[in-house]
């Protein structure tokens, strides 16, 4: 970690060495139209306007750093990007548990089901393959006109779009004990149950967490095209769709950071908990 | 043995379902049901004599029989696997139709199969151009960012210093909802298609420098010694075992970043585009509630994902089949 952050940082540097005169360049592009149109700013040149317009194509570092408190250092107001990330958290999170419950029973009934198996593996597989998000918002509509309101579309719709990672990658691991590891088990005379407990799921959980990774970010995904596809009270997804409805890139940059940071904080979660659970698995890597 | 339990299993809950409806549908003998229900008697019952023919006949167990096993075969045996499924597919599509019509369900809630399926005939005009689009954007967010992507691995490979700088990105990276990035660049890049093209671009670009450098940097040192004492340069090196090595992992990443890339292209198109595209049609059709349309959408999405990542399969099998990985599978 230490040998990569002098890296890192000449990367993020040379990132932002190209970001910085595109930026300069589109909002001075946009400051000398509405310049050429007469309109009110308090600026002169388009180049100076390009670092305080009202509304920027990108906004300037200064924008982002005066928009910041606002957003995020007054979590208990409705507006700021921490109380919104809560509620699109908590619904990724239950969504995330409902789909492991589920997918985890699939997965079960996939190893010891020949006939299941062959019938449903290969649309497990599709799924991988298809747009599934692309079903979300006609979800959230749709279970919305039948009553069903507040955090519960939310969490179904994560909990659908993560449940097929979690299942394909659980019934994978169920099914990578070494087959002289299974003759073992039958030597021992262990039941089907035994062999269940003691030697597939353990083997299977290094699979379960890479999955839940996955999922993670599919569920946040879900998430958020859920709220922003109907009309909820809280949510990172309502403040993308609000703000890029009205056009407010400066907003709009604060929400995009946010989900960020949520996205890295709960798939890092994912991976605290693995450390946890799998202490063995730490010194292979 | 598999496919026959099954097809006994669909003969059997195909009567079942038969039985239960006759003597609902006697109970209660009101309008909306009489369709409905009729409609899935029949599908039942086609369905059971279609299951029982099957199994009796024979035809499950000569499409099931013991193949030589040759490479020119795959395409058949993989077909023949997949018939379990199909039946399954068929009867769950078939139960949806009959239940939808039976229980006279709006369709405003959920349309039956069929007037999808009639809805993807009428407006095929309109879904062709939303779908070339979709793949527009794709296609040239893939290609821009696919590409940067194996010339910064090529890169990585070269210069460790850009390795350690630029990898640990591609962790974070992938842990970052992409639809946040799409209202953001929707606002830069403008409504058209350009800007659907570079959320793809971006999507794709870590997974395919992630694969590619995997696949560059896993040459076995003998492989590498075996070069040198062929006084080989590091041009010839890099061409003759580094890029062939690199092949399978570049397919792997190719169909990875291709539906991630279809999925970003959908998704992003939720938050604008100009008057066409899945997401667009999908997001559009919502409104106006009306779901034959949007489910005609999803429908052609998921073909769209699944004929993607068959053709990139496809590719790789002809590029790359000499690699232990096909033959392992064979």
Request: with cysteine; aromatic share 8%; net charge positive.
């Amino acid at each position: 970690m230490n040998r990569s952050l002098i890296p890192m940082l000449t990367v993020a540097v040379i990132a932002l060495a190209i970001a910085f005169p595109l930026m300069v360049f589109l909002n001075a592009q946009a400051a000398s139209r509405l310049l050429e149109r007469g309109a009110e700013l308090p600026c002169k040149s388009p180049l100076e306007c390009a670092f305080n317009l009202r509304s920027p194509v990108i906004p300037a570092p200064n924008q982002l750093l005066e928009d910041f408190p606002r957003a995020y250092l007054n979590p208990s107001s409705p507006t700021s990007v921490p109380y919104n990330a809560f509620y699109t958290g908590l619904a990724t999170l239950l969504g995330l548990a409902l789909a492991s419950i589920i997918g985890l029973g699939l997965a079960v009934i996939l190893t010891v089901s020949r006939p299941f198996e062959r019938a449903v593996l290969p649309w497990l597989v599709a799924s991988q393959t298809v747009p599934i998000i692309a079903i979300a918002p006609m979800l959230a509509v749709v279970l919305g006109s039948n009553g069903v309101q507040g955090l519960l579309p939310k969490v179904l719709i994560s909990a659908y779009i993560a449940f097929f990672p979690i299942a394909i990658g659980v019934a994978k691991g169920l099914k990578s004990p070494d087959p002289l590891q299974i003759d073992l088990m039958r030597t021992y005379n262990a039941s089907s149950v035994q062999t269940f407990a003691n030697l597939r799921f353990p083997t299977s959980v290094p699979f379960l967490f890479t999955a839940f990774k996955v999922a993670m970010t599919a569920a946040l995904i879900g998430a958020i095209v859920a709220e922003s596809s109907t009309i909820t009270d809280a949510g990172l997804g309502r403040m993308l769709s609000e703000n890029s409805r009205a056009s407010d890139a400066r907003n709009l940059w604060q929400v995009m950071l946010g989900s960020a940071a949520l996205g890295i904080v709960l798939v890092s979660l994912v991976g605290v908990v693995e450390r946890l659970v799998t202490p063995w698995q730490r010194n292979r890597s | 043995m598999a496919t026959q339990s099954l097809v006994g299993l669909i003969a059997l809950f195909g009567s079942l379902a038969l039985l239960i409806l006759t003597i609902v549908q006697n109970a209660s003998n009101t309008d909306a049901w009489s369709g409905g229900a009729m409609a899935l008697i029949y599908f039942g019952l086609a369905l059971g004599i279609v299951a029982v023919g099957l199994t009796s006949s024979g035809v499950v167990k000569w499409l099931e029989r013991p193949r030589k096993k040759d490479q020119s075969d795959w395409l058949m045996r993989s077909l023949v696997g997949l018939i379990p499924a199909l039946l399954l597919g068929l009867v769950v599509l078939l139960g949806v139709e009959g239940l939808v019509r039976g229980f006279a369900v709006p369709l405003a809630q959920i349309p039956p199969p069929s007037a999808v399926l009639q809805k993807l005939l009428e407006a095929r005009s309109v879904l062709l151009r939303d779908t070339s689009i979709t793949l527009l954007e794709t296609a040239v967010g893939f290609l821009i960012g696919g590409s940067l992507g194996v010339v910064m691995a090529i890169l990585t490979q070269r210069y460790i210093f850009l390795e350690r700088g630029l990898m640990p990105y591609s962790t974070l990276f992938s842990s970052v909802p992409i639809v946040a990035l799409a209202p953001v660049m929707i606002k830069i890049m403008g409504v058209d298609w350009q800007s659907k093209a570079v959320v793809v671009a971006i999507t794709v670009f870590f997974p395919m420098l992630v694969n590619t450098a995997r696949g560059l940097a896993e040459v076995s040192p003998l492989q590498v010694d075996l070069m040198r004492s062929y006084a080989a340069n590091p041009q010839r090196t890099f061409l003759d075992l580094r890029i062939p090595n690199a092949l399978p992992y570049i397919f792997t990443g190719c169909k990875t970043a291709a539906v991630l890339g279809l999925i970003s292209a959908i998704v992003a198109e939720f938050f604008g585009a100009n008057g066409g595209g899945l997401g667009f049609r999908i997001v559009v059709e919502i409104g106006t509630v009306s779901l034959d349309t949007v489910w005609a959408a999803i429908v052609i999405a998921s073909l769209l994902g699944i004929t993607v990542y068959n053709v990139l399969a496809l590719l790789e099998r002809k590029f790359s089949g000499w690699h232990p990985s096909f033959r392992a599978e064979d």
